[in-house]
């Protein structure tokens, strides 16, 4: 299945940013028409509502779009409608399929890892579902590289449908994956699909020393990654402002240089892009297009060295062992 270098990324059409349908719709549109094929969604973005208006906007081009959405996060205060069990998988793709208003999802992805749920339980149940004719493929979401490890061996083990790619967040910022999720997605020969290249907007060029902190509702919904009191987030705001001032330097914008430099991994297969607005789609569009040099990307490792994350927060999961102090003191 080949898909486009730019992935549309719909998280924030919706409740969590534009809530325009009309308008979100215009920017799926444009996004086909620029020569994205790509499109990933999830059931939890607004609560279902992100995938609905995905429906509107493929209502008449479904057949030359590949879709991608994902399952694992709450849909309501049932303790049951969340995570990677058998019976929420089937359930949920059900749902998703009647929210998008097509037969089949091309990749159905695992959007977190569950500790409280094997996974072979969860193979076997998407394997089920690609029998079906449900789902063509399937994949994971910002699964450690170990949980990537063991998923590729129970369906060898047990002869089921293995994850053909992984969506982990990468960017200028969030280099964590490069130390062992990239080089265990490309042993495995899965796809890497990254998100959030501009890491949640601190490389948008809004984020510089000296000026007011942008506001926006991701950033009260996730104070850990943008609270300025915290010292890694500081040292985050430093080096944004550094890699704008590199990007002016190289006469490109940070949006471009950023994106670009996602797509020079060798082990990443597309960049989820997430406008809000047709404006900061169209600030993205041409990255794709951009090659970066070497020393151009001599000049980024000097500022954020591989496989470094500032924060944990940055890594969109952070493992059970680490939150419950429990688990440590048995």
């Known amino acids: 299945m080949k898909v ?83 019976r929420w998988i089937i359930k949920e793709c059900e749902n998703s399929l009647r929210r998008l208003g097509t037969d089949w999802i091309d990749l159905y992805q695992i959007h977190r890892p569950d500790e409280h749920c094997d996974v072979e339980e969860t193979l076997a149940a998407l394997s089920d579902l690609v029998r079906q004719g449900k789902v063509r493929y399937i994949g994971s979401s910002t699964f450690p ?43 495995y020969g899965m796809g890497a699909i990254t998100w959030s290249p501009l890491a949640g ?35 985050k705001l430093e080096a944004a402002d550094q890699f704008a001032k590199l990007a002016e330097d190289h006469g490109m914008s940070l949006v471009h240089m950023a994106v670009a430099f996602v797509l020079a991994h060798p082990a990443v297969t597309s960049a989820i892009i997430g406008p809000r607005t047709m404006e900061q789609l169209e600030s993205q569009l041409g990255a794709a297009d951009l090659e970066l040099t070497d020393d151009l990307l001599d000049a980024i490792d000097a500022i954020n060295p591989p496989g470094r994350n500032f924060t944990r927060a940055d890594a969109g999961y952070t493992p059970p062992s680490l939150l419950d102090a429990r688990l440590r003191r048995r």
Not at 149 to 166: G, K, Y
């Open 4 to 86: 486009s270098p730019l992935c549309l990324g719909a998280m924030m059409f919706g409740g969590w940013g534009n809530r325009d349908h009309d308008d979100s719709v215009r920017i799926i549109h444009r996004a086909l028409d620029a020569g994205i094929n790509f499109v990933d969604t999830a059931d939890v973005y607004s609560q279902g509502e992100s995938e609905q208006i995905v429906a509107k906007a493929l209502k008449d081009r479904r057949d030359s779009v590949v879709l991608a959405t994902k399952v694992h996060g709450a849909m309501g205060e049932d303790p049951n409608a969340q995570g990677n069990s058998r």
């Open 201 to 235: 907007g601190w490389l948008s060029g809004s984020y510089r020393l000296g000026a007011d902190v942008p506001r926006s509702r991701r950033a009260e919904r996730l104070p850990q990654r943008y609270d300025m009191s915290i010292p890694s987030n500081q040292r």
């Open 145 to 187: 590289a170990e949980q990537i490890v063991e998923a590729q061996w129970a369906a060898e083990r047990r002869n089921l449908e293995r994850f053909v790619c992984e969506q982990p967040p990468y960017s200028l910022l969030v280099r964590g994956i490069e130390t062992d999720v990239l080089p265990a997605t490309e042993r």
